[in-house]
């Protein structure tokens, strides 16, 4: 719900522009990471993934860049929409431990500018 | 349609009442979760399971329990509820392989 945006860093974006969303994550062991979108009321939904032997993966109007040096990970949408609108975060899983060991960052909200 | 699907959507409840939010999915998935969501702290995990009679703890699992008595459903239990569990809860689904969990709508539980 709505009580989930609040508290989390605003990305501002004109309707159009391209977003880029980052995310810094902490576990050098972790392989395999997920970006979610989670709209207003809604659950999280899945946008993309990427495992650490790749260090971009493109999907449809979203690309996801991994650099493992400095464990970061960013998202990015190209000719940002309204309905794009939405708190994401990134979810990072060890190759150790199974894949129940998810961590979730605490999520950016992106508001679109029409 | 594939989904995960959770009962209530809402509640409001008093301390020490006990109550149970039901989840259930249609995927024949074997790995079931629960989570809470508090503004600031993200998602954190309260259990999971692996597979039916298989349950493991999570990141913040005081105060709950679950079972798993059948494959498509995991319950979520507060057996004495306390105004810090107050939270939106969303149970998570997905199979086997290393593949992308499916989250229910979420329930908004207000523990007064």
């Known amino acids: 719900g709505e009580s989930v945006g609040l508290h989390l860093p605003t990305l501002s974006v004109q309707e159009g522009d391209n977003s880029i969303i980052n995310c810094a994550y902490s576990n050098s062991a972790s392989d395999y990471f997920i970006w979610y979108k989670q709209e207003s009321g809604k659950g999280p939904q899945f946008i993309i993934d990427?495992?650490?032997?790749?260090d971009k993966r493109q999907g449809q109007r979203v690309t996801v860049l991994l650099n493992k040096t400095v464990k970061h990970l960013s998202l990015q949408i190209a000719a940002t929409q309204p309905g794009d609108s939405a708190v994401y975060f990134c979810a990072e899983i060890p190759n150790s431990g199974g894949y129940q060991k998810v961590t979730f960052g605490t999520g950016t909200k992106l508001q679109v500018i029409p | 349609e594939a989904q995960v699907t959770q009962n209530p959507r809402y509640l409001i409840t008093v301390t020490g009442k006990k109550l149970t939010v039901t989840c259930s999915q249609n995927?024949?998935?074997?790995?079931m979760s629960w989570y809470r969501q508090d503004p600031g702290l993200g998602l954190r995990q309260i259990y999971y399971s692996m597979n039916v009679e298989v349950t493991d703890k999570g990141d913040v699992p005081e105060g709950y329990k679950v079972s798993r008595k059948e494959k498509r459903n995991f319950p979520l239990i507060l057996e004495s509820p306390s105004p810090n569990q107050t939270s939106l809860y969303f149970c998570a689904s997905r199979g086997l392989q290393r593949d992308t969990q499916y989250f229910g709508p979420g329930t908004r539980l207000t523990v007064l």
């Open positions: 990427i495992r650490s032997n790749m």
């Open positions: 995927m024949n998935h074997e790995y």
